[in-house]
């Protein structure tokens, strides 16, 4: 059965999806969803599939949970047919009202996988939980095993805070802070100190073996320039391979957070300021190699904008155009960032692409 929704009830819409609040004229779609073994998969202590009665009573709690509390597990829809997506939703983790803790979760009909409508409904869950509700963080859970989940939260801008276990199950968390999101502030005249204090002491605590220079690069090393308050310095050494080990070990060790997932193997990225350890990102380092195209088009994106005020200007406003869409979706801000650095870049005689 594939029930087409109407206005009434509408709780948030995407680029492509409507989410409802529940109601029981929804309970054959949920009872299609949750009976899947596939969709339920990784749900649950053990992913075992819903009876009629047991997706009844869901049905009866998420109603009564959504009047209670204005947010929920609603029912998403697709715009263009009306057919019932699945469930989406913002609620305290396991249902559980005696602890603070907001998670987003979703589960999809089979059909509608691999189209980015999970994605597309977490960067828009987590950017109404942080306008309209009283919290600075949102988590999400998954199974470890569960690689698409992962990916789908990692792409929605979610950071992986660690294993963990949850009423006997093992999971993976994930969340995001509000004070994480792209906010730009007037240029400030410290950063270039802060850079040369931070780089001071990377020339300090790395190992000088493998160290070959060290330089400010971003936003915060353009004299004027609108930025994000964080101080992004790239490290260039002889050999990732080399320098791998000793650089993690260092830099945890004065409260800088790894990636150990990124999937881009020629840069190895640590993070300052993030919690447990501060309240927002500070620092950025970029370790990579002199060959990298890193190295090459930071530098030269950085002196371009140096010396070129018009095109620094036109930066600032494209900027500042994409931190009011993409206020905590840090992935969509960077990639529509892209063609103007390769524009520039180009101009500048180095090949980014």
Known sequence: MNTHYSSHGIFLETNRLILKAPNLSGLDDLFALRSD?????????TGEIQSRKEVEKFLDGAIRYQEKHGIGFCSVFEKSTGE????????HLGFDESQSEIEI??????KFWGLGYATELVKALIYWGFEHLPIDRLIAVTRPENSKSRHV????????AGKDEYLGVKICRYEIYKNDSIQLIPYDGNWPKMAALEINKLYEILPKKHVIDIQHVGSSAIPGMLAKPIIDIQVAVDSLNNIKDEAITVLEATHYTYWKDNPDLTRMFFVKGMPP???????????VEPTSKHWQGKIAFRNYLIAHPEAAKEYEALKKNLAQLHTYDREQYTEEKTEFIVRILQKAGVKWR
């Open 37 to 45: 073994p596939d969709v339920m998969k990784y749900l649950g202590k």
């Open 84 to 91: 019932f997506v699945g469930q989406a939703g913002l609620f």
């Open 105 to 110: 979760a979703y589960r999809l009909q089979r």
């Open 153 to 160: 939260l990692e792409k929605a801008g979610m950071d992986y």
């Open 277 to 287: 350890f501060g309240e927002k990102r500070t620092h950025h380092i970029h370790i």
